[in-house]
RNA sequence: CUAGAUGAUCAAGCUCU
């Protein structure tokens, strides 16, 4: 069982949805027993493409089955329609899962408040995160960088650092994702210098920069045509890691193209085809970009062309 | 006794709002 899951698991993952379903069903076929994770397994695959309608024929299954959903079920199917821009809907599944008699745990509470927060509505984020508190469960880290986030959306950056600083108080650690969320907030409000000064509050904290961490800033110098300074954590990255990934490629290669330095942007890319990150259609969108943008046409073209020789789908 | 598969929070382009 596990094995099968694992598989079903890897062809999710990689948005093989058609082959997902396909080896699930050849392994009924066999003589499996379907279990719970693997139909959780393939309901987030396809909650993970947007494809609502088809987990929720899974969901269907699950029953036909003679099993019974669990709270992954549930979350998994509330945070796609609340990534569909549906919170409301999805704070009545949430209803409908408690009347149900289950028990909605830390995770289900942080995907609704992240749906609201991401739609800026961080009011009703606040009101779930008071029924999360008054349900007895003491809202983790993740909780409150989902409010962070939001905050920062809103552009709320007083409050920002009020509950920053009372995380410990309010018995969360702060991790990396804590930084990073305060280093991009940061950043987007225009604000390098704070966000820098969290980048050296964070390392001063013994706490590693992620690729993450790295990428922000990057992507921040590139932004601001500091073009200099962003190459210099790129550098810094290839020497120490970790290694930039095509992300990161792709902020260089976009604030380049705006930077109007198309050569130095075109030298990142052939890196990176020599090299082991592959570009992905976002790389090859910031490239014809740059080079419709200065009229030459015809290298807009060829560029686009090869990502469809590297089979890349436009969008 | 123990281990292995499923759900939440952070980064890039374009477009739309």
Redesign the pocket.
């Known amino acids: 069982?596990?094995?099968?899951?694992?598989l079903?698991?890897g062809f999710s993952n990689k948005g093989l949805m058609r082959d997902a379903v396909r080896f699930f069903l050849k392994a009924i076929d066999g003589g499996l027993e379907p279990?719970?994770?693997?139909f959780?397994?393939l309901?987030?695959g396809f909650c993970r493409v947007g494809k609502i309608e088809d987990a929720l024929k899974i969901f269907k299954q699950i029953q036909a089955n003679n099993l019974f959903p669990?709270?992954?079920?549930y979350?998994?199917i509330m945070?796609a329609i609340a990534d569909k821009k549906m919170s409301k809907m999805a704070l009545n599944i949430f209803f409908q899962m408690i009347k149900q008699g289950f028990i909605?745990?830390?995770?289900?509470y942080?995907?609704l408040i992240?749906g609201f927060c991401?739609q800026k509505k961080i009011a009703d984020g606040y009101k779930v995160f008071d029924m999360m508190i008054r349900s007895g469960l003491l809202p983790?880290?993740?909780?409150y960088?989902?409010l962070l986030?939001g905050l920062f959306r809103e552009g709320r950056l007083e409050e920002v650092s009020q509950l920053f600083h009372q995380l410990s108080k309010r018995g969360a650690k702060v991790?990396?994702?804590?930084y990073?969320?305060m280093i991009?907030g940061y950043c987007c409000a225009n604000k390098i210098g704070e966000a820098l000064k969290f980048y050296e509050d964070m390392k001063a904290k013994r706490m590693e920069p992620?690729?993450?961490?790295l990428?922000?800033l990057t992507?921040a110098f590139c932004?601001h045509r500091r073009m200099d300074e962003a190459l210099q954590m790129f550098n810094s990255m290839l020497d120490n890691g970790p290694l930039p990934?095509?992300?990161?490629y792709?902020?260089l290669i976009?604030g380049y193209c705006k930077a109007q330095d198309i050569r130095s942007a075109y030298d990142l890319y052939d890196q990176m085809v020599e090299g082991t990150v592959s570009p992905?259609?976002?790389?090859y969108?910031?490239l014809v970009?740059g080079f419709c943008r200065e009229g030459r046409l015809d290298e807009a073209s060829l560029v686009f062309q090869y990502a469809l020789d590297r089979g890349l789908m436009p969008?």
């Not at 279990?35 to 693997?38: G, H, Q």
């Not at 909605?104 to 289900?108: F, G, L, M, N, W």
Request: net charge negative.
């Open positions: 069982h596990v094995v099968v899951g694992i079903i698991n279990n719970l994770v693997m959780n397994t309901i987030e669990d709270v992954i079920t979350t998994a945070k909605p745990d830390a995770v289900s942080c995907a992240d991401k983790d880290t993740a909780t960088n989902v986030n991790d990396v994702i804590t990073n969320t991009n992620s690729i993450v961490t990428t922000i992507d932004k990934n095509v992300v990161t792709s902020c976009d992905n259609i976002i790389t969108s910031s970009h969008d």
